[in-house]
């Protein structure tokens, strides 16, 4: 009989934290500065310099804890991690080893509409390294530079379980994960420029066997696309593997985007290869009952207490609750239409369609977008009121959110105002009734295609803009009267 295998895996996330400057210095964290200019001798590493801890990182870490349901250590450490790359001028990295600040939280993802809790078994505080930036090629002479910005900016290494069965519900993670963070106002989680990173584990087992299987790590996936693309191409591969008698060796892998495949880069380090110990310039932190408190008590609102919000409060179904709540930008758009235009399912089968659309086609987010909340309920407005249909409601929304032109210029501009007259629609329909006289025959004879026809001839003439309802009502009208 064949064997049936399972999905497994755990996920490794690397949030950069929001501070203005780094986690052991007063340098500038700000991104897209000129190469090396936000550096001093403690971030570039140099030999007998002092590290000094920012409270705000352990601040965020500590809020990122609560936002995650997990346990704050009372007391936690630093340690150093030692390993040699260009990018790491000190030779280690000042990261958490065996006490890390927050153990054994979790959070919920909802897959096939059912609710899952993943297991988070820890988040510590870490620096990041500098950057490489590959310059030449094989054929020519190939060089990398060096740029120690990114140094010493504050990291999280968000752990979790190996909670996850596929690549829909590791995505499905890493969206709740970052709208968490989003809402806890920890991270700027810009997957695109790295302040948001994820390692993905993969293993696979036969269904019902307890262990786990041995497993790959797939380095730096940039997007949630590739996350999910990634893990079930790892999962694939190894059950192939698996099948063909081969064992799967525990290795460190690159996601190939463009050929959709993965790649081994090297075999995996253990954390003995690390020679963990603790950092001798850095005191043990301590961390009191009263300042958990008072972060506790400053805590935002949460896309689980936002989603059930909507559905409270607007009767918003709960996809589309949770849709809305993947962003506190898209919630801040969502809300701000609200109070002026009360009907939520409407504005939200705008969001989630048109809007999300375009933003997913010109691959921007939504407070970059030129629409603004006024302009989308303006066009809300004007379909209630008859001026334009929804059809060519979708045309006028798309011409805003490409030039953040108001609805009603559009209207104007293009003479997209819906015919709705009865009396220029009536002649209209008499013509194209006279006409078609055969096709009269056809709706009499009880053809449902026939009044379609005559809808469409309307439409046609009116290139779109006759108001559908009436168009209808008086055709109905026509055709019964003279039959
Ligand atoms: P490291 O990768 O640094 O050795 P860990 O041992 O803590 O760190 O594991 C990292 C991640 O791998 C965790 O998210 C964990 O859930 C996941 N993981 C561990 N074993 C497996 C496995 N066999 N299959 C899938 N994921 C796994
Ligand atoms: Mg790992
Ligand atoms: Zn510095």
């Given at each position: ?68 349901n ?19 001028p ?14 054994k ?17 820890r988040?510590h ?24 910005n ?19 519900e590791?995505?499905?993670y ?28 993969v293993?696979?087992r ?11 790590e ?9 996350l999910?693309r ?30 959709g495949v ?6 995996k ?16 932190l301590?961390?009191s009952q ?14 689980d207490?936002?989603?059930q ?32 235009y009360?009907?939520?399912?409407t ?12 933003l997913?086609?010109?691959n ?33 929304f798309?011409e ?21 007259d ?11 009734i ?33 108001n ?9 009208e026509?055709?019964?009267?003279e039959?």
């Amino acid at each position: 009989m064949d064997v049936q295998y399972e999905t497994v895996v755990g996920l490794e996330v690397h949030a950069e934290l929001k501070t203005a400057s780094k986690i052991f210095c007063g340098c500038s964290t700000a991104f897209g500065a000129e190469p090396n200019t936000q550096v001093c001798p403690v971030c570039a590493g140099f030999p007998g310099m002092l590290p000094v801890l920012n409270e705000k990182v352990v601040e965020l870490a500590i809020r990122t804890g609560l936002a995650l349901n997990a346990e704050i250590a009372e007391h936690c450490k630093f340690d150093r991690k030692n390993y040699f790359y260009p990018d790491l001028p000190k030779a280690y990295q000042i990261s958490q080893f065996d006490a890390p600040i927050c153990k054994k939280g979790y959070l919920d993802i909802e897959i096939d509409g059912e609710k899952k809790r993943i297991g988070i078994t820890r988040a510590h505080m870490e620096e990041d390294a500098g950057k490489l930036i590959h310059q030449g090629d094989i054929t020519t002479t190939p060089f990398s530079l060096v740029d120690l910005n990114r140094s010493g900016v504050p990291l999280l290494e968000i752990v979790s379980e190996p909670d996850m069965r596929s690549g829909a519900e590791a995505r499905a993670y890493m969206e709740k994960l970052r709208a968490i963070l989003l809402f806890a106002g920890v991270s700027d989680c810009k997957m695109q420029e790295g302040s948001l990173r994820c390692d993905a584990n993969v293993s696979v087992r036969p269904i019902g066997q307890k262990e786990l299987g041995v497993r790959t790590e797939i380095k730096n996936l940039n997007s949630f696309r590739a996350l999910e693309r990634a893990v079930d191409y790892e999962a694939k591969r190894q059950i192939e593997a698996l099948e063909d008698g081969e064992e799967i060796i525990q290795e460190t892998m690159t996601w190939d985007e463009e050929s959709g495949v993965t790649r081994s880069m090297r075999s995996k380090e253990e954390a003995d290869d690390y020679r963990y110990f603790p950092d001798p310039d850095l005191p043990p932190l301590f961390i009191s009952q009263e300042w958990i408190d008072r972060i506790r008590a400053s805590m935002p609102e949460l896309p689980d207490q936002a989603q059930q919000r909507l559905m409270d409060e607007y009767g918003l179904p709960e996809y589309d609750a949770s849709i809305i709540t993947l962003s506190p930008d898209t919630l801040a758009f969502f809300d701000e239409c609200l109070q002026v235009y009360p009907d939520a399912k409407t504005l939200s089968n705008w969001m989630m369609g048109e809007m999300a659309r375009l933003l997913n086609q010109n691959n921007i987010e939504i407070q970059e977008v030129r629409v603004r909340p006024e302009g989308l309920v303006s066009m809300l407005k004007m379909i209630d009121e008859g001026k334009i249909s929804g059809k060519i409601a979708k045309k006028v929304f798309e011409e805003m959110f490409m030039t953040g032109k108001d609805p009603e210029q559009i209207v104007e501009e293009k003479g997209l105002i819906q015919i709705s007259d009865p009396e220029v629609l009536q002649a209209m329909i008499a013509e194209i009734i006279a006409s078609n006289p055969k096709v009269v025959d056809d709706y009499r004879s009880g053809k449902d295609k026939a009044f379609g026809f005559f809808v469409g001839q309307v439409m046609k003439k009116t290139r779109g803009k006759a108001n559908p309802a009436i168009v209808n009502q008086l055709l109905k009208e026509h055709l019964d009267r003279e039959g």
